[in-house]
């Protein structure tokens, strides 16, 4: 185990702004796309359903 | 409704790619979960602190692994743009378009992460030498890319002017990846190769691979999903998509 405490642990040897930034940029992004996709996937059927009437699929 | 011609690689192809692409997304978000926990885990509470750069090169774990991605996805992109190009096969020009997305933002992180380490490292968030220069070059061809393919209304022609953007751009890719070695950079040179025994810690090494392979799982998952709904808005007249958005309507 490399940390003593918690706080140790987000200190990051001093380097703490450097890492989590890093970090917390990545994860924000890395979720940030997965939501945006699967919205636009949502939004692609329900188009879809609305191009095609008569398949009792109006919105 | 019409249903169009069936054609290989127009329409069979399109409608089975959708189904087996919706049966691996969620098992590619459990390998992306599973393998991110565990790099961390090890790169964070196992791996040593740095000799020379202390806690900072934690950020390692994030910053090549986004830069593979970023050279990686950029020559898929131009291979998929290229076969739809050739072959005139529409689900590999919505590949290509699928991917542009996921690799920008890899580049955008390897370049994000690489200035933020750059910093305490360096003493410079940004230089202009050859490293950097060519991934920031990268970033504008994905970017290039999308917005090429997304202003021309013809689909057809936008997928061709995207392959031909793509497939020149690529020549970038080398070049980023043996820049460290043709020119005097600051950037390090290549972390890992495949001739010499790895300079860093093994476990350094397990939870950098780790953290690749999660990367690998997430690109394949945010792909393959942003695929399924290229292929549900230009097929959207097809007899396959207007049963699948009834089924999915229905209440």
């Known amino acids: 185990m490399n940390w003593g405490s918690a706080s140790a642990f987000f200190e990051m040897g001093g380097y703490g702004l450097y890492v989590w930034g890093s970090y917390v940029v990545t994860a924000l992004l890395m979720t940030l796309e997965p939501w945006l996709v699967h919205r636009r996937q949502r939004r692609s059927l329900r188009d879809a359903a609305r191009l095609n009437p008569g398949n009792e699929a109006e919105s | ?251």
């Open chain 2, 1 to 251: 409704m019409n249903s169009p011609p069936l054609r290989l690689y127009t329409f069979a192809a399109p409608s089975r790619f959708y189904q087996l692409a919706g049966w691996l997304v969620p098992w590619f978000w459990v390998a992306t979960v599973a393998l991110t926990v565990a790099g961390l885990y090890i790169g964070f509470f196992i791996a040593p602190t740095d000799a020379t750069q202390g806690e900072a090169y934690r950020i390692i774990f994030i910053h090549v692994p986004a830069a593979w991605m970023s050279m990686l996805l950029y020559l898929v992109m131009a291979f998929w743009a290229g076969i739809g190009w050739a072959f005139k096969a529409r689900l590999a020009s919505m590949v290509a378009r699928a991917i542009a997305p996921t690799g920008a933002m890899f580049t955008f992180l390897a370049l994000w992460t690489g200035a933020i380490w750059g910093k305490p490292t360096w003493g410079t968030w940004w230089v202009w030498d050859a490293r950097l220069t060519s991934e920031l070059i990268l970033l504008f061809l994905y970017l290039g890319y999308i917005a090429l393919v997304n202003a021309i209304d013809d689909v057809r022609r936008a997928d061709q002017a995207g392959a031909l953007l793509a497939l020149v751009g690529s020549v970038n890719v080398p070049i980023i990846y043996f820049s460290v070695k043709w020119w005097n950079t600051l950037h390090q040179g290549a972390t890992i190769s495949m001739t010499a025994a790895p300079k860093m810690a093994s476990t350094m090494l397990t939870a950098m691979l780790l953290m690749t392979l999660a990367f690998w799982a997430y690109a394949f998952a945010v792909v393959f999903t942003r695929t399924r709904a290229i292929v549900v808005e230009r097929e959207a007249h097809a007899g396959w998509v207007a049963e699948l958005a009834g089924g999915r309507m229905r209440p």
